[in-house]
C-alpha cells in the first residue's frame, strides 16, 4: 500500500522562526518520486519541489530547504526564516511510476504570525 | 508557457441536476489528473487521462466522468449531484510520459457548491 502522512495539521510560528514540515511515506515500490506543493489562500496548488528515489541528496533554495532519508522514509521541509507569506496550507505527495497515481498527504496549514 | 485554466471558477448547482467542468493543460502536456479538495477528506484523486484514454481511476462513484480531448483539453462530469459533492475540483498537468518529470502543475480550481 502506499500512503503519505503529514502528522502536523496546524502549526503557527512567529515570523523569522524556523520551521519543519514532516512527511512520512509508504511505498514499496523503488522508483518513486516525492513532491512538495504549496497551496495559498488563493487555492491553486503551487509545486516547490520533486525528488526521486535515487537522489537523497538534501536540497536548498533560498529559505527553502528539504531533506530526503530513505531509512526513515521521510521527506522533511524546512523553512528557515519563515515570513507572513509563507503562510498555506503545504501538501506532501507520492508518486510511484509503478502505479502511476499521486497520493497526497492531508497537508499541513502553516501560519506564519506577524 | 500559459498555465492550466479551469472554467468555470465557481458553479452553483441544486441537488439531482449534473454539471460539467473543463480544464485546459500547459500547452504539451499531455496528461490531465483531476482532484477534489473537500475540508473533512483532504485531496482526493479521481482520476487521469493521458492522450484521450482514462489511465487511473479513484474510489469514486461512476456518477464521475470525464474525458480529455485530442488537443488535451479535459472535462469532468458529474451526474445526479449530492450535497457531499460540494467541494473545489482541482485539475493538474503534467508531461507525465515515461522518462519525463512528473511534477503536476495546478489550475485554480472549480468552486462547486450543491444546494
Known amino acids: 500500500a502506499q500512503k503519505v502522512t503529514q502528522a502536523q495539521t496546524e502549526i503557527s510560528v512567529v515570523e523569522k522562526e524556523d520551521v519543519t514540515l514532516d512527511c512520512v511515506y509508504e511505498t514499496r515500490d523503488t522508483t518513486y518520486y516525492l513532491f512538495w506543493y504549496k497551496q495559498p489562500p488563493s487555492g491553486e496548488l503551487v509545486f516547490l519541489i520533486r525528488?526521486?528515489?535515487?537522489?537523497?541528496q538534501n536540497e536548498i533554495s533560498g529559505r527553502y530547504s528539504w531533506n530526503f532519508q530513505k531509512s526513515t522514509s521521510s521527506f522533511n521541509f524546512t523553512i528557515t526564516a519563515s515570513q507572513v507569506v509563507d503562510s498555506a496550507v503545504y501538501f506532501c505527495?507520492?508518486?510511484?511510476?509503478?502505479?502511476?497515481?499521486?497520493?497526497f498527504g492531508t497537508g499541513t496549514r502553516l501560519k506564519v504570525l506577524a | 508557457k500559459a498555465g492550466v485554466t479551469q472554467t468555470p471558477r465557481y458553479l452553483i448547482k441544486t441537488r439531482g441536476q449534473q454539471v460539467t467542468l473543463s480544464c485546459s493543460p500547459i500547452s504539451g502536456h499531455r496528461s490531465v489528473s483531476w482532484y477534489q479538495q473537500t475540508p473533512g477528506q483532504g485531496l482526493q484523486f479521481l482520476f487521469e487521462?493521458?492522450?484521450?484514454?482514462?489511465?487511473n481511476k479513484g474510489n469514486f462513484p461512476g456518477r464521475f466522468s470525464g474525458r480529455q480531448f485530442s488537443n488535451s483539453r479535459s472535462e469532468m462530469n458529474v451526474s445526479t449531484l449530492e450535497l457531499g459533492d460540494s467541494a473545489l475540483y482541482l485539475c493538474?498537468?503534467?508531461?507525465?510520459?515515461?522518462?519525463?518529470?512528473?511534477?503536476?502543475?495546478f489550475g485554480p480550481g472549480t468552486r462547486l457548491t450543491v444546494t
Open positions: 487521462y493521458f492522450s484521450e484514454t482514462q489511465r
Open positions: 525528488r526521486n528515489s535515487f537522489d537523497e
Open positions: 505527495a507520492l508518486f510511484s511510476s509503478g502505479t502511476y497515481k499521486y497520493i
Open positions: 493538474a498537468s503534467s508531461e507525465n510520459d515515461r522518462g519525463l518529470s512528473y511534477e503536476q502543475y
